[in-house]
């Protein structure tokens, strides 16, 4: 009993210290996670050097430090290096007026095209229909919401004035537009001339056809609406839908008058046949929405039979006719989404990019964002991960017989789960590792030589993504063809870049594993694809290594398990045990009683039933 409670007292103090020794060594885990790896992998390296030295171990794991630090903490920190100080370069690089020169170029981009002239004006009278929404919602008066001096009647009266605003930016859009082509003071009022007499004859064209001021799908206002019968209102939009057609055709004959002049050179003649056209078009898609929301408003006027629930129930309409109007003005849902997006305001722009770096602020601060101790972290980190690589490789085998006298398990199952984990572990390391850096290097040299911003940067983005399954690499050169293309205009370089990207880059990688993993297990990629992301959920950029090494002991684990559980059940079984334990059994019984006779078992008093005559 004494011996028990001895053993069950070392057993609590090996515990404890246990916890405490986990509580000191975790904050080295992953230099010496790394370590272990790196000796896994190059073993042979360091076997081929031992063999040179003439079996000197502590001179051959030395040397194979050494060899390890040069060929790869080496490279890796001159890129890395390199990627933070282009990324601190990027950083200076993102201020206001940057992205509002980026955003300009990217909306007169000609393959994009999501200029809108009028975008402050739409987005003043957005914000006075919300204004005028809370207002109406919050009111418990119909009288007072409607008074002439109040702030409904104001909101409209300013959702008016913008709506005039909205043709003469136009008109100013699209002639500067055409001034880029004029090379002197006579070809700009040339072109002001023209546009200016476009302009009125759209303005006046479109001002004749809807004096009645109705739109599509409109309905006259007021009490005649309750006046009126199914078969009116239907006749009433189609004379709506009439006006609207014969405006276009109108439009047209102004379109496809000649406007060409011998005058001028052919550079600006082309300008100005591009220019012209289009902005007819949007002046008339502009009479079209004053048109229409002139209409929504005119149903908020105060009335001598109105009431609150009736104007609430306006307000509504408001805003569905104010949705419809601006989309159709925009060109369509999905084209005014993208064109809100590309174009916005001052201050939209000043909140983005605080609020970017409010976000990204404290996460380089918690990472470390060069300050002093994040330095010497990282030099402590390097420090310990090249002194436990060289005690690893200097007393690794001693460390692992030292292991396996203490596991409880067969020694044989013991050397062949090592052995199995070592084949497979640095099989699939070595091939995620070797393909992320080819991956990285050929993604590289189409950075350098195609003019990507921050080709180092962007090289070591996709050296850590290329660990990522399935999406891997794209994460990065999708977004730089996009910048290359829609930002710096260089279309013919963002297309070789993509191209390059799908054949060369993400291929490669399929050539690497496949020429070191032949033979060898390798991950489903569905476990492979959840391993990285939930190792990177649970350690960080660290998981991405820790998450599939660790997938991989675990079915090199069961699939030694499986094997063992075949062989047992497979197991042959000796014919002739049970037969021989039971004549045993018998003939232990008769040598300690009187022996019956042969021909007489049963009459024996302890002879067993159950045996078997031989």
Same mark, same amino acid.
């Given at each position: 009993?004494?011996?028990?409670?001895?053993?069950?007292?070392?057993?609590?103090?090996?515990?404890?210290?246990?916890?405490?020794?986990?509580?000191?060594?975790?904050?080295?885990?992953?230099?010496?996670?790394?370590?272990?790896?790196?000796?896994?992998?190059?073993?042979?390296?360091?076997?081929?050097?031992?063999?040179?030295?003439?079996g000197k171990p502590h001179l051959a794991a030395t040397l194979t430090t050494a060899l390890i630090a040069g060929s790869v903490l080496v490279p890796t920190g001159i890129?890395?290096?390199?990627?933070?100080?282009?990324?601190?370069?990027?950083?200076?690089?993102?201020?206001?007026?940057?992205?509002?020169?980026?955003?300009?170029?990217? @909306?007169?981009?000609? $393959?994009?095209?999501?200029?809108?002239?009028?975008?402050?004006?739409? @987005?003043?009278?957005?914000?006075?229909?919300?204004?005028?929404?809370?207002?109406?919602?919050?009111?418990?008066? $119909?009288?007072?919401?409607?008074?002439?001096?109040?702030?409904?009647?104001?909101?409209?009266?300013?959702?008016?004035?913008?709506?005039?605003?909205?043709?003469?930016?136009?008109?100013?859009? +699209?002639?500067?537009?055409?001034?880029?082509?004029?090379?002197?003071?006579?070809?700009?009022?040339?072109?002001?001339?023209?546009?200016?007499?476009?302009?009125?004859?759209?303005?006046?064209?479109?001002?004749?056809?809807?004096? %009645?001021?109705?739109?599509?799908?409109?309905?006259?206002?007021?009490?005649?609406?309750?006046?009126?019968?199914?078969?009116?209102?239907?006749?009433?939009?189609?004379?709506?839908?009439?006006?609207?057609?014969?405006?276009?055709?109108?439009?047209?004959?102004?379109?496809?008058?000649?406007?060409?002049?011998?005058?001028?050179?052919d550079q600006l003649n082309n300008r100005i046949t591009e220019a012209r056209p289009a902005m007819i078009d949007q002046l008339v898609e502009s009479q079209l929405l004053?048109?229409?929301?002139?209409?929504?408003?005119?149903?908020?006027?105060?009335?001598?039979?109105?009431?609150?629930?009736?104007?609430q129930d306006s307000i509504w309409k408001l805003q569905s006719d104010w949705d419809s109007a601006r989309e159709s003005f925009l060109g369509g849902r999905f084209t005014?989404?993208?064109?809100?997006?590309?174009?916005?305001?001052?201050?939209?722009?000043?909140?983005?990019?605080?609020?970017?770096?409010?976000?990204?602020?404290?996460?380089?601060?918690?990472?470390?964002?060069?300050?002093?101790?994040?330095?010497?972290?990282?030099?402590?980190?390097?420090?310990?991960?090249?002194?436990?690589?060289?005690?690893?490789?200097?007393?690794?085998?001693?460390?692992?017989?030292?292991?396996?006298?203490?596991?409880?398990?067969?020694?044989?199952?013991?050397?062949?789960?090592?052995?199995?984990?070592?084949?497979?572990?640095?099989?699939?390391?070595?091939?995620?590792?070797?393909?992320?850096?080819?991956?990285?290097?050929?993604?590289?040299?189409?950075?350098?030589?195609?003019?990507?911003?921050?080709?180092?940067?962007?090289?070591?983005?996709?050296?850590?993504?290329?660990?990522?399954?399935?999406?891997?690499?794209?994460?990065?050169?999708?977004?730089?063809?996009?910048?290359?293309?829609? +930002?710096?205009?260089?279309?013919?370089?963002?297309?070789?870049?993509?191209?390059?990207?799908?054949?060369?880059?993400?291929?490669?990688?399929?050539?690497?594993?496949?020429?070191?993993?032949?033979?060898?297990?390798?991950?489903?990629?569905?476990?492979?694809?959840?391993?990285?992301?939930?190792?990177?959920?649970?350690?960080?950029?660290?998981?991405?290594?820790?998450?599939?090494?660790?997938?991989?002991?675990?079915?090199?684990?069961?699939?030694?398990?499986?094997?063992?559980?075949?062989?047992?059940?497979?197991?042959?079984?000796?014919?002739?045990?049970?037969?021989?334990?039971?004549?045993?059994?018998?003939?232990?019984?008769?040598?300690?009683?009187?022996?019956?006779?042969?021909?007489?078992?049963?009459?024996?008093?302890? %002879?067993?039933?159950?045996?078997?005559?031989?």
């Amino acid at each position: 009993m004494a011996r028990y409670i001895s053993f069950a007292v070392l057993l609590a103090i090996l515990v404890l210290i246990g916890v405490l020794f986990y509580k000191v060594m975790i904050g080295f885990f992953i230099p010496v996670f790394i370590a272990v790896v790196l000796v896994v992998v190059f073993q042979p390296l360091h076997r081929w050097v031992l063999k040179k030295v003439k079996g000197k171990p502590h001179l051959a794991a030395t040397l194979t430090t050494a060899l390890i630090a040069g060929s790869v903490l080496v490279p890796t920190g001159i890129i890395l290096g390199l990627a933070a100080v282009q990324g601190i370069r990027l950083l200076d690089d993102l201020n206001e007026s940057n992205i509002r020169v980026g955003l300009s170029r990217f @909306r007169s981009n000609p $393959y994009v095209n999501l200029e809108s002239p009028a975008a402050n004006q739409l @987005r003043s009278i957005d914000a006075k229909v919300r204004e005028i929404q809370e207002v109406v919602s919050s009111a418990t008066n $119909y009288a007072e919401v409607t008074d002439t001096r109040g702030r409904l009647a104001g909101d409209i009266a300013e959702i008016r004035t913008r709506l005039t605003e909205i043709p003469n930016s136009i008109l100013e859009f +699209y002639q500067g537009k055409a001034h880029f082509a004029a090379a002197d003071l006579e070809q700009k009022q040339f072109v002001d001339q023209l546009f200016a007499k476009a302009f009125s004859e759209t303005i006046d064209l479109s001002s004749s056809i809807l004096s %009645s001021n109705r739109t599509p799908n409109a309905l006259p206002l007021g009490n005649k609406e309750s006046q009126q019968t199914q078969a009116e209102a239907q006749q009433s939009q189609q004379e709506s839908q009439q006006q609207i057609q014969h405006l276009w055709e109108e439009a047209g004959t102004l379109k496809a008058r000649i406007v060409r002049s011998n005058e001028v050179p052919d550079q600006l003649n082309n300008r100005i046949t591009e220019a012209r056209p289009a902005m007819i078009d949007q002046l008339v898609e502009s009479q079209l929405l004053t048109a229409k929301l002139n209409q929504a408003l005119d149903r908020l006027e105060p009335s001598d039979l109105g009431n609150l629930a009736n104007l609430q129930d306006s307000i509504w309409k408001l805003q569905s006719d104010w949705d419809s109007a601006r989309e159709s003005f925009l060109g369509g849902r999905f084209t005014s989404v993208l064109k809100d997006i590309a174009n916005p305001s001052p201050e939209q722009v000043k909140g983005t990019i605080d609020n970017a770096f409010a976000y990204i602020q404290p996460k380089l601060l918690s990472f470390g964002g060069g300050s002093v101790a994040f330095v010497v972290k990282l030099l402590v980190g390097i420090t310990v991960l090249l002194v436990a690589l060289y005690f690893f490789l200097v007393d690794g085998p001693g460390m692992i017989r030292t292991l396996m006298e203490l596991s409880p398990l067969d020694d044989r199952y013991e050397a062949e789960l090592l052995s199995e984990f070592d084949q497979t572990s640095r099989a699939i390391v070595l091939a995620t590792i070797l393909s992320a850096v080819a991956q990285g290097l050929s993604a590289g040299l189409a950075y350098f030589f195609l003019g990507a911003p921050s080709a180092f940067l962007l090289t070591a983005l996709t050296m850590v993504c290329a660990l990522i399954p399935f999406i891997g690499t794209a994460i990065v050169w999708v977004p730089a063809a996009l910048y290359m293309a829609v +930002y710096q205009d260089r279309v013919p370089q963002a297309i070789a870049l993509a191209i390059y990207a799908l054949l060369i880059v993400g291929t490669i990688d399929n050539f690497i594993k496949m020429l070191i993993l032949h033979g060898q297990r390798q991950l489903h990629p569905l476990l492979a694809l959840l391993s990285v992301l939930g190792g990177i959920q649970a350690l960080g950029p660290i998981g991405i290594l820790i998450g599939p090494l660790a997938v991989t002991l675990l079915q090199t684990t069961l699939s030694i398990f499986r094997r063992e559980v075949i062989e047992l059940n497979s197991a042959p079984v000796e014919p002739n045990t049970a037969q021989s334990t039971n004549t045993a059994q018998s003939t232990n019984t008769a040598s300690s009683t009187d022996t019956a006779a042969p021909n007489q078992p049963n009459e024996t008093p302890n %002879s067993n039933p159950n045996s078997t005559p031989q």
